[in-house]
């Protein structure tokens, strides 16, 4: 069975900065990509960073303040988060694809993070 655990959320003054990671644990034979969704209250889950094969995409609200990592060898990403806004508060999943023995991609997620940006 695969496990992804976030770790790294917290309360944070706007302007601060977090740092979240996500390792994938269990049975499995390799991670083909991770990323990171949020969701606000009221809102719906979003995409906010994304890493596969080295490449990686961001939402525009993220650009230039969020910077997604991975450790291949420890199975973890990660999610520098500089420069926070109140509005970057949210509940922060984990997502990977994973290849198993029975399956070349499925989806894994978190059980999410909490970020609350406040002053």
């Known amino acids: 069975q695969v496990q992804l655990v976030e770790s790294g959320g917290g309360s944070v003054q706007p302007g601060g900065s977090l740092r979240l990671s996500c390792k994938v644990s269990?049975?499995?034979?390799?991670?083909?990509?991770m990323g990171w969704y949020r969701q606000a209250p009221g809102k719906e889950r979003e995409l906010v960073a994304h890493?596969?094969?080295?490449?990686?995409n961001y939402a525009d609200s993220v650009k230039g303040r969020f910077t997604i990592s991975r450790d291949n060898a420890k199975n973890t990403a990660y999610l520098q988060m500089n420069s926070l806004k109140v509005e970057d508060t949210a509940v922060y999943y984990c997502?990977?694809?994973?290849?198993?023995?029975?399956?070349?991609?499925?989806?894994?997620w978190g059980k999410g993070t909490l970020v609350t940006v406040s002053s």
């Open positions: 890493i596969s094969s080295g490449s990686t």
């Open positions: 997502n990977a694809i994973i290849q198993t023995a029975t399956w070349s991609g499925m989806n894994y």
């Open positions: 269990g049975r499995f034979l390799g991670v083909n990509a």
